[in-house]
């Protein structure tokens, strides 16, 4: 069965740091990979897509940037981290059609 | 690109009462629709889900239906229990994707 990793689970950064989140998928090949942010009681946007190794798609303009260096590797980055960018990390991996989550990474920027 | 509405953004019961969440969507070629519950500090979880050849699905307490002419699906929970609160999030497929709602908070009140 597949499963699906994020970490850290969480952290705590000041304003101005750099980021590096990492999600790792088990279990299958050539995943669809995906990588949302959530803030506090809010819903959930898209930030990275990608459908395969290197390829990765921009939903949303801003400090972050997403990389693919392996089939089942997924990383979040930030060169410099703002208030803004708070909240609840969440990574998916897609099959045929069902998208499943990992368990996230709560950011706090202070 | 494809849109998503979901409504009520907020809905309260009673224990035992029904509740329904509607979703329209824009996209015609949309053809799968899944509904996902998160509770407090949790990943959102695949609940149900319904594909565009199938009007009705029902598991337990809850069930989806689906009107492709009107472009909307609902999820419908019977006898609501205290721990049915959460936020659920309905999606619809796009390019490559799920198009998600905003989310529905759900209290059920003993």
């Known amino acids: 069965s597949q499963t699906i990793h994020q970490w850290p689970a969480t952290l705590v950064q000041p304003v101005g740091s750099p980021l590096s989140l990492e999600c790792t998928v088990e279990g299958t090949s050539n995943p669809n990979l995906y990588w949302y942010r959530q803030a506090a009681g809010r819903g959930l946007q898209l930030l990275f897509y990608s459908v395969g190794i290197g390829q990765i798609s921009s939903e949303v303009p801003q400090n972050l940037s997403a990389s693919r260096p392996q089939d089942r590797q997924f990383i979040l980055s930030s060169k410099k981290l703002l208030l803004s960018d708070s909240g609840f990390y969440l990574c998916a991996w897609m099959g045929v059609h069902e998208q499943f989550f990992g368990p996230g990474t709560r950011l706090t920027v202070l | 690109g494809e849109n998503v509405e979901q409504h009520p953004s907020t809905l309260s019961v009673q224990e035992g009462d029904s509740a329904v969440i509607k979703c329209t969507y824009s996209d015609s070629a949309s053809n799968y629709f899944p509904w996902y519950k998160q509770e407090l500090g949790k990943r959102p979880q695949l609940i149900i889900d319904?594909?565009?050849?199938?009007g009705e699905k029902k598991d337990q307490r809850i069930a989806v239906t689906l009107n492709k002419t009107a472009k909307h699906f609902s999820l419908h929970i019977t006898e609501t229990q205290p721990e049915d609160s959460a936020v659920y999030f309905c999606?619809?497929?796009?390019?490559?994707?799920?198009?998600f709602g905003t989310g529905t908070r759900l209290l059920v009140s003993p």
């Open positions: 319904i594909r565009s050849n199938v």
């Open positions: 999606a619809s497929t796009g390019f490559q994707k799920l198009v």
